[in-house]
């Protein structure tokens, strides 16, 4: 038939579901022949183009019956070629009793043969294929069927036939035959017929068949040698396309890849300029081009041929109306017809002839090869080269699935976990960059617990969180992939939309679906190619049999999507959640071994702050009022509570040394306080140090009545208003700093009424700081290395004490700073409203809101999980490399986001570093920087006041007893460098007993401001942690004065008995966190001596005398193995200008 009739299988919704039917008529001889389809086809989904009725007119096909009683190979059904082609015509073929009556006898045993092996398949073989079984076979047509010029010896005048193909058309047998005649007529004529004759005489010579099998292997070797040379996809497809045409000499060959949507795209093309000047690489194709049961037919049919679509099709003859039932299943024909859609298709692409080459990969069918050939003639594929077209269509896939695998084992490099002579211990993906970069992804986000932490750059943070917040929320346990994700999960609503996120590939690492990572896409507003609209206007939706007229480039711009995630991709991300998810259950059970040692590190580390020495506080006034005139009975009472508080702090002591911390219980103070004096207390060291400097310093608190009392830790806001004041005012040198506390406005409703939270506000015009320095600050001061991490200059451990507190207390850190400009920090507090009337002095009152605030925590608070998380996976790499900084423009980035937080620009999740003196800046021992720590009240008549040793009995009779002690020293000019108020008062009180002459002053840059006006001192007690200039910068600069003065310039010095003796003002170390592997640093910077809080006086007398003893300091220098506890001198005293004497 040369145009099919297409029918619909319900013309109407409510019409029933219907088979299609064949239109027949009977012929003259009483046979029926095929002529069409009943009825109308409206979707190229239902037409069965399985079951056309009819085949290509260049060969012919017959359809046999085996009688298993007889034998017989009787025709049931033939093409009307038949006797063009065979000269047989159907009527004499259906008078056949069997079909081997037209065949010689060798020929006859021939086709039993591969009949037989059509008949016996292997039952074990799955999957076995089913395409046709070619062989050759000659046979002989009616009597006096030879054409004219055709020379027989035949004295009947047969026509002769060669080349079959046959195939298991269940139940019956289908046999195909083209034609090999010389001439031929119509359009049907053969393109390059001599050539053609001459190859086929050729192979019919004696053992052409075993030659010509040779042939093929020969060839294969050499494409397959080729096809395995290729490195990479597009290098492998340039190269089929470039064996295909050499092989078939079609004028036009392209790869045609489906994308997901079955969507096909041109990825490779090689064209015969001079046959077309079209190119359809890099084109997209609607799926409707290639609709579901074509590509099914693709799948089975790896390769399919159309000859000549103006060709007329062959109609097929039935030798009975019974044998149209049901209609024959041409699946595995190679002469099956082509839809007439398909036929216009190619019609209108210019098309004369088309042959694809299937490829499967990965069991689904990947793409096509398409063979285009134009002109006035069809184009002939011989049956050896179809038959090693299908062998290469094979090797094809398998190259392609190889080089799939191998892109997967690069991948997979980078998550290798087994150790080689390179990397001993394995290597794991620990960097930011390379895990984005291993799944083409824009961001990340790793969540574990409650914590989760963004990968790659920050500056749409809000949409990371929101996908975040929605991720855990739902807490899938299997892996998720969209590249589209308002369309793939429809309950994330959201009222402004996601603007930029548009592609997910969702990594579970637990099995609750807790701890997972997530990798993000931006959406691609692409522009994509169609050869051709792909669709009608207003019919965007729905598939139509009409062809496109034009394939002309017609470009649309899709929005709201991503590329798609790889195979490659999906694959390693199975590995990914395989090995990390192995990796963070084994280091979770790490961590909760480590932890309870770590608390215990810690609270010991900190144990002389945090208890010592507010005990140590109770026993020097006790001390200093049992050396007052007291009565017997009070005398006796103070004596029994200073005997009970050393008890006590031996008691302390010993329980420290015993106590094991279950996992991260920690105590805060609740209780009431004015909020504005608490600031106001804060600042007012940096508010003189800022006008000292002449930068303006502006204090605004905008709180109502009811809102200054609150109840809450006291001392914690102080300390993290003045670390933060401390780090503004040192970084700034010109313009201003601003301190501001205001009540955070909520909408009604959110908080409790007696609630109310408390914003913050530190900010100030110095140099700012970059977004990579930042997200390094909140980063390394979590202690989480073995190896000490330098704080750059003082101001990281400053930021994540506060961070610290803030977290504590259950509020928020936010951070906007711009090189250059400045920066501002602000941090947002709940607390709860004191009632009116309330006393804060009343003890009943008192004892019960000073209750203890219990907050427990996990082995691993959230930010801090996961930066260990990622500490310990680098750490499994042979040599460490730190993540690179987080890139992104505008205000400073944060590198650790709390989910559970309202979405904002710079949200930063605190960490935590250890507690520290008195509520001071200090940290683990192993950091050797000097932080920066809280500072105490200044008192506004403490700076050049001295306080001299009374000459009353009192002191007296203090003065004999120490004579009576360990002996008499001579009164000494003594600076005391102290922030703390207590520990301050004490030192001066105790060194004014002893007849020492005392200056007080409150951070190192007094102490400095001092030295530079008056340097008429025996000795400084210098504390080491302090705002403004700690005790070690102070010592550097005191010493570099010193190097400075002339001796004109120091009479008094050279008059003093200890600079005779020392060449300097001797300074000492005051601090209870010196650790021992610190003096090589002491000792460079220019510290004499070192004492440890809480400070034994008797001791502290005891040293002090070898400022003027020699002796005395000889034997209490510092030797290896003494104890570092009892405090002394470093070194032997310098040599001075004078010699040295006594």
Not at 507 to 533: C, E, M, N, T, Y
Not at 674 to 681: F, L, T, Y
Not at 688 to 717: C, P, W, Y
Request: charged fraction near 25%.
């Amino acid at each position: 038939m040369s145009r099919s009739v297409n029918q619909s299988s319900s013309n109407q919704e409510e019409d029933p579901l219907v088979t299609f039917r064949f239109a027949y008529k009977e012929d003259e001889d009483g046979h029926h022949v095929v002529v069409g389809r009943e009825g109308q086809l409206l979707k190229c989904e239902d037409e069965p183009i399985r079951t056309p009725g009819a085949v290509q007119g260049f060969g012919v096909l017959m359809v046999l019956q085996e009688d298993e009683e007889s034998g017989y190979l009787s025709v049931r059904q033939v093409s009307e070629n038949a006797p063009e082609i065979l000269g047989l015509t159907p009527k004499y073929l259906f008078s056949l009793n069997c079909l081997t009556e037209a065949l010689p006898d060798p020929q006859a045993d021939l086709l039993w043969d591969n009949i037989q092996y059509l008949n016996d398949p292997d039952p074990e073989c799955e999957g076995q294929d089913d395409s046709p079984h070619v062989f050759l076979v000659t046979g002989w047509g009616e009597p006096g069927s030879a054409l004219p010029d055709e020379e027989t010896s035949d004295p009947q005048k047969r026509r002769s036939w060669t080349c079959c193909t046959t195939n298991r058309a269940k139940p019956l047998l289908a046999l195909e035959r083209l034609r090999r005649m010389s001439r031929a007529t119509g359009s049907s004529l053969l393109p390059d017929r001599g050539s053609g004759r001459g190859r086929r005489g050729g192979r019919r010579g004696g053992g052409s068949g075993a030659v010509g099998m040779m042939d093929v292997f020969s060839v294969m070797a050499q494409i397959n040698e080729q096809l395995g040379a290729a490195p990479d996809l597009d290098t492998f497809l340039k190269v089929v396309v470039g064996v295909i045409k050499d092989l078939t000499q079609f004028h036009r060959v392209l790869v045609y890849q489906f994308d997901e949507s079955w969507n096909g795209q041109t990825v490779a093309e090689l064209v015969d300029w001079n046959k077309s000047h079209d190119l359809y690489k890099g084109l997209h194709f609607p799926a409707s081009d290639i609709p579901a049961q074509a590509r099914q037919l693709y799948a089975i049919n790896k390769v399919r041929l159309l000859y000549d679509r103006s060709q007329s099709t062959a109609r097929l003859v039935a030798k009975s109306k019974s044998d149209l039932e049901p209609p024959l299943n041409m699946t595995h024909c190679y002469l099956r017809a082509m839809s007439p859609i398909h036929l216009e298709y190619l019609r209108n692409m210019g098309v004369r002839a088309s042959m694809s080459i299937s490829i499967m990969a990965f069991d689904n069918l990947w793409g096509l090869v398409a063979c285009h050939s134009y002109g006035n003639t069809g184009m002939r594929v011989s049956f050896p080269v179809r038959q090693m077209l299908r062998l290469l269509s094979q090797s094809i896939s398998r190259n392609l699935e190889r080089l799939s695998y191998a892109q997967r084992l690069h991948t997979r490099k980078l998550i290798n976990t087994i150790s080689s002579e390179q990397h001993p211990s394995g290597y794991i993906v620990s960097n930011a960059d390379d895990l984005l970069g291993l799944f083409d992804a824009d961001f990340g986000m790793l969540v574990i617990g409650e914590g989760a932490k963004i990968l790659g750059p920050n500056q749409h943070s809000q949409e990371i969180l929101i996908m975040a917040e929605y991720l855990r929320l739902k807490q899938f346990t299997t892996m998720q992939v969209s590249h589209i994700v308002t369309k793939d999960y429809p309950d994330l609503q959201l009222t402004m939309g996601l603007e930029v996120i548009a592609g997910l590939l969702y990594v579970p690492l637990s099995s609750g679906g807790k701890d997972f990572i997530a990798f993000l896409r931006k959406g691609q507003p692409r522009k994509i190619h169609w050869a051709g609209k792909p669709y009608k206007d207003n019919a965007e939706s729905r598939a139509t049999l009409e062809p496109r007229k034009s394939f002309k480039v017609w470009s649309e711009t899709v929005a709201g999507r991503c590329r798609q995630w790889t195979d490659e991709q999906l694959e390693t991300a199975s590995v990914l959640a395989l090995v990390y998810g192995k990796f963070i259950e084994v280091w979770r059970q790490k961590e909760n071994a480590l932890h309870t040692t770590k608390l215990t590190e810690i609270l010991l580390s900190n144990a002389s702050h945090e208890v010592r020495t507010p005990l140590n506080h109770i026993i020097n006034y006790l001390e200093m009022a049992l050396n007052g005139p007291l009565d017997l009975e009070t005398r006796d009472n103070l004596s029994r509570s200073h005997a009970a508080s050393k008890s006590l702090l031996l008691t302390i002591n010993d329980l420290l040394d015993l106590t094991r911390l279950e996992s991260g219980n920690e105590t805060s103070f609740s209780e009431p306080f004015n909020i504005r004096a608490a600031i106001e207390e804060a600042v007012q060291l940096y508010r003189n140090e800022a006008s000292r400097r002449n930068i303006d310093f502006i204090l605004e608190i905008d709180l109502s009545e009811h809102q200054t009392m609150v109840v809450g830790d006291a001392k914690k806001i102080k300390s993290a208003v003045a670390n933060l004041t401390a780090n503004a005012l040192k970084f700034t040198t010109e313009g201003s700093v601003m301190i501001s506390c205001r009540a955070f406005k909520e909408p009604e409703g959110l908080r409790d009424p007696k609630q109310v939270a408390i914003e913050i506000i530190v900010a100030d015009t110095g140099c700012g700081i970059s977004s990579e320095k930042l997200n390094s600050l909140f980063r390394e001061f979590e202690q989480v290395e073995v190896a000490a991490p330098k704080a750059p200059q003082g101001l990281g451990l400053g930021l994540a004490v506060v961070a610290r507190i803030v977290e504590q207390l259950g509020g928020q850190l936010r951070v906007d700073s711009k090189v250059g400009e400045g920066s501002r920090f602000s941090f947002l507090i709940p607390f709860e409203l004191y009632p009116a009337g309330g006393s804060v002095a009343s003890g009943s009152t008192g004892s019960s809101l000073r209750s203890l605030r219990s907050r427990a925590t996990s082995p691993g608070e959230p930010s801090r999980d996961i930066e260990n998380l990622v500490q310990a996976i680098a750490s499994t790499q042979l040599s460490v490399h730190p993540s690179p900084p987080v890139h992104g423009p505008g205000p400073a980035g944060a590198c650790e986001i709390n989910p559970f937080f309202p979405p904002g620009e710079g949200v930063v999740k605190p960490p935590t570093p250890p507690r520290s003196e008195e509520g001071k800046g200090t940290s683990a021992p192993y950091v050797t920087t000097p932080p920066c720590v809280q500072p105490a009240k200044i008192e506004a008549d403490g700076l050049d006041r001295e306080v001299t040793a009374k000459r009353s009995g009192r002191a007296k009779r203090a003065s004999a007893g120490n004579a009576d002690g360990s002996g008499s020293s001579a009164p000494l000019r003594v600076l005391i460098v102290e922030d703390d108020d207590i520990n301050r008062t004490i030192l001066a009180k105790r060194l004014t007993l002893d007849g020492h002459i005392v200056v007080n002053t409150t951070n190192g840059q007094e102490c400095v401001d001092m030295i530079e006006t008056d340097i008429d001192f025996d000795c400084i007690l210098m504390d080491v942690q302090m705002p403004i200039l700690n005790g070690f910068e102070a010592t550097k600069r005191i010493r570099e004065f010193e190097q400075g003065l002339s001796p004109l310039q120091r009479p008094s010095l050279s008059s003093r008995q200890s600079h005779q003796l020392n060449g300097r003002v001797p300074i000492f170390a005051v601090s209870a966190s010196l650790m021992e592997s610190q003096r090589p640093t002491m000792v460079k910077l220019g510290i004499d001596g070192w004492i440890l809080k809480p400070i034994d006086f008797k001791r502290l007398k005891t040293i002090l005398k070898g400022v003027t003893d020699l002796q005395q300091r000889a034997a209490d220098i510092y030797k290896p193995g003494c104890n570092w506890e009892t405090g002394g001198w470093l070194s032997i005293p310098p040599k001075t200008d004078r010699g040295d004497r006594r």
